[in-house]
Every structure is written in C-alpha cells, then in structure tokens.
C-alpha cells in the first residue's frame, strides 16, 4: 500500500495520502533561526511535507515567529519537538507551562480534513480524547493535555488492538447538537472522488476505480444513523495515559456513517486482511457493533477509488477484488 494520506498531525498507511532550512541542531534535524536566535527544530517529515504546496511552504517559513509568539503568551518552556512516524504533518512538542505542569503544543500545518480538530476536541472535552487547554484558532494552534508514558497502542499485539479502537470509537460516537460546526462526510468523500477522476488516464482498472466511486456517493446517505466520527483512528493516534488506560490524539471529526469509523483501524493492519479480508472485517465489526456489510463497502471503496500517489498499488488493488460487491 503505496499512498500516504496526512490528516493533520499522522502518518496514515491506506491502501495507505521549501524552503532551505538554515542550520541543523545537534541531532541532524533541520533548524529555523527563532527571533530570539533560539533554532526552531523542524522534523524532516514535516519539511518534506510541507515542500508539496505553496500553502504549507508559507506556513512552514512563518513556524517559527508563530512558536515564539504562543511560547511567550503561554508561558511555555519548549522541548525538543516530537519526530516519530506519526509526525509528518503538524509540529508538536513537549512543552513545561508556568505552573510547572506539562503539556504538548501542536500546530497543524494547513489540510483541509484536519480543519475541525481543534472543534472535535472542544466537542469530546477528553472522553476520551486528550483535553484541549488553550487554543489560537487562527494558526490552528492547540496546548493540549500530556499523555503519560504515552506509548502507542502499536505496542499491543492486533487483537488487543481492536478491543481498545472498537471502546475508543463506541465512546466518542454522539450526536452533536446543532448549530456546529463539522462537515457531513460526504464533503470528504465528495473531495476524493474529484481527485481521482482527475486522474482517470492512470486507472489501471477502470471498472473497479468506477465501483469504488459509485459507493463513494452512494453510501454517506444511506446511512440508518449519523454520528460525530473520529475518521482517522488508529493505534498510532492511541495513547496510554493515566488519567484513562487510552487517549485518543488526531481526531478528523465528520459526521456521517458509524461503519466509516471502521476502515481506518483496519486499513492500517493490510496482512491480515489480505489473509482473511472477509473473516477481519467481521470480527472487528462486531466488536463495533455496526453492520458488517456497511464496513466492507466503505473499505472496498477506500481501496478501489481513494486518491493515491501511485495507481500501480496491486495491495490496494488486490485487497479491493478480494472484498468487491
């Protein structure tokens, strides 16, 4: 599985979606000179991220003054920003506030489906995502709760794996009262979809890209009930943490269809669906509570017709004919 998709702050395997840096820090990472000629760290997925539009180059140059800015208005003492395989689209570090208390400081570089994360986090209020404790809504920038020890739930075999995602996302899935302000999921869908017609000459199988596009606006509006989604959990977006066992980071809320919520998880473990893709969509359904069927849909979808880098996927491909309708 070929394609990276970034949703504001992780790396997402799917059927897997500058600037001259100016100095290094002791460890090799790119650096920005700080206005108080302190070097900004900047980890190199981050960089390279931001090197594909002029949007997030900009964002990117002005990191730095925005950092010192909120470090100052927050009374922060940064540490050394995190660099892990999650961390390609948002700076985030460890930071000390005032009272001496630890926290983490975010800033997503700009993506339009990570656009109401820092709403979603208002909305859950840390049941059972990290707590939001300041925000700048114009940078998108987020001081939020410090998970302790936080290790990934990856740590956890598979199956302990799915018991902690299906009680994480039965947890977060409520109705959001109205007036708010996330976006139906098929806006997403509705977005992809544009995106791969737009490269229909690369298709290396049009029927099954076709299928997959069909189910794309098909099935946001069939669904029996609408939920605020998390759409992008899974284990590497699972913390441990002590005020609960899990917490989880990065959620991209939509509101849309509770199977949707499944796929993410799945996706990010390709082996065993490839072994058994009918038998591991049942299961992990089940634990969910939602209908088999609806799961096995979206994820045929999601590896028939999502956007991708390279079409020339057999992985995304191969699994997309193993589970087609």
């Known amino acids: 599985m070929t394609r990276m998709r970034c949703f504001g702050g992780c790396t997402r395997p799917l059927p897997a979606r500058l ?80 009272d001496g208390s630890s926290a983490v400081l975010k800033l997503g570089m700009p993506h339009w489906e990570g656009e109401h994360e820092l709403h979603g986090l208002r909305f859950w209020d840390g049941d059972p995502t990290v707590r939001l404790l300041a925000a700048d809504e114009a940078w998108g920038a987020m001081l939020l709760e410090r998970c302790e020890p936080g290790t990934t739930l990856r740590a956890l075999p598979e199956p302990e794996q799915d018991l902690v995602i299906a009680g994480l996302l039965r947890w977060l899935w409520r109705v959001p009262a109205a007036p708010h302000p996330f976006r139906p999921l098929s806006v997403m869908t509705a977005s992809w979809s544009n995106e791969t017609l737009a490269d229909a000459g690369r298709w290396p199988d049009a029927g099954l890209v076709r299928e997959g596009l069909r189910l794309f606006r098909e099935l946001p509006h069939t669904s029996p009930t609408e939920v605020l989604l998390a759409t992008d959990l899974h284990a590497g977006n699972v913390l441990r943490a002590q005020r609960e066992p899990w917490l989880v980071i990065d959620p991209k809320p939509f509101v849309g269809d509770p199977a949707y919520d499944a796929t993410q998880h799945l996706l990010n473990g390709v082996a065993r669906l490839h072994a058994d893709p009918g038998g591991t969509i049942r299961r992990f359904a089940d634990l969910l509570g939602v209908d088999p069927e609806r799961v096995r849909l979206w994820m045929f979808a999601r590896a028939a017709a999502e956007p991708r880098d390279e079409w020339e996927d057999d992985d995304s491909l191969a699994l997309a004919r193993a589970i087609a309708p």
């Open 19 to 98: 600037h001259r840096f100016q100095g290094a820090d002791p460890a090799g990472l790119p650096a920005y000179p700080q206005p108080n000629n302190m070097a900004l760290t900047i980890p190199e997925r981050l960089a390279a991220a931001c090197r594909k539009t002029p949007e997030r180059t900009a964002w990117l140059e002005r990191l730095p003054d925005t950092v010192h800015d909120l470090k100052r208005r927050w009374a922060l003492t940064l540490d050394r920003p995190f660099d892990g395989e999650e961390g390609s689209c948002a700076w985030v570090a460890p930071v000390t506030r005032a």
